[in-house]
C-alpha cells in the first residue's frame, strides 16, 4: 500500500462503502493521519478486533468452503500488499468470505487448480488471481468481502488500511493491466501462501 493513497478523495470512497455509519462518516483524514502514526503498511504490526466479524459460532462451512474462502483472502491481500495479515486474521474472517463467495464455488476452485499447477508461469497465476479479484469485484462480491477483512481490524487500523486498500484493490481489479499483473509477479515470488491454499482446495474440495 502507498501512504499517498491516503487522500481525501480515496478517504471519500471508503466512506461510501458505509453509508449507514455516523461513526466512519464523521472521521477525518487529519485524525487517521494523527492516530495510526507507526504503523506499518504491509500488515506485520496490526491489531485484530476478535468481535468484528458477523460470523456464528455455529457455521456449516466446511473445510472446502475455508480453503476456498483462503484462496480469496490472499488474492486480496497480495493485492492490497499487506500478506503479513495473513497469518494471525481471525478463522471468523474465513467463515465470513465462505459465506459471501458461496455462489461462486466452482469457479474459484477451477482458478485454484492453475495456482496449484506447478507448470503454470507466474504470469499465469497473477493474471488468474486478477481475474478472479475482478470477478468478486464486478458480481457484487466485493463489499462482503472487503469488510470481512478490514473490519477484523482494530478501529484506527480498520481506517487507514481500508482507505488504501481499497485505492489499491479498485486500480487493480478495474484495470488489471500490465502494471498490476508485473505487481502481482512480485508478490507470488515473495510468498507461497497462495499456492498452499490452492494447494488444500485442491485437496479438500
Excluded at 135 to 152: D, E, T
Aim: net charge negative; with cysteine; glycine share 4%.
Amino acid at each position: 500500500m502507498k501512504i499517498s493513497n491516503l487522500t481525501e478523495e480515496n478517504l471519500a470512497k471508503f466512506k461510501a462503502l458505509y453509508p449507514n455509519n455516523e461513526q466512519i462518516q464523521k472521521v477525518t483524514l487529519d485524525e487517521i493521519k494523527a492516530n495510526t502514526k507507526g504503523v506499518k503498511l504491509d500488515g506485520s504490526n496490526v491489531t485484530f478486533n476478535s468481535n468484528a466479524s458477523s460470523a456464528t459460532l455455529d457455521s456449516k462451512s466446511t473445510s472446502c468452503d475455508i480453503a476456498i474462502a483462503s484462496v480469496v483472502v490472499d488474492v486480496f491481500l497480495m493485492v492490497m500488499g499487506t500478506v503479513e495479515l495473513r497469518e494471525s486474521m481471525p478463522h471468523a474472517v474465513f467463515e465470513d468470505v465462505a459465506h459471501s463467495v458461496e455462489s461462486e464455488k466452482s469457479t474459484i476452485e477451477e482458478m485454484a487448480k492453475i495456482f496449484s499447477d506447478s507448470s503454470a508461469s507466474a504470469k499465469d497465476k497473477a493474471k488468474a488471481a486478477l481475474k478472479l479479484g475482478t470477478m468478486i469485484y464486478k458480481a457484487g462480491m466485493f463489499k462482503a468481502v472487503f469488510h470481512a477483512i478490514i473490519n477484523s481490524l482494530t478501529w484506527w487500523e480498520m481506517l487507514l488500511y481500508g482507505v488504501l486498500g481499497l485505492a489499491e484493490i479498485a486500480a487493480a481489479f478495474l484495470t488489471g493491466g500490465a502494471a498490476e499483473i508485473a505487481a502481482f509477479v512480485g508478490e507470488l515470488a515473495s510468498t507461497a501462501i497462495l499456492v498452499d491454499d490452492a494447494d488444500k482446495v485442491i485437496k479438500e474440495c
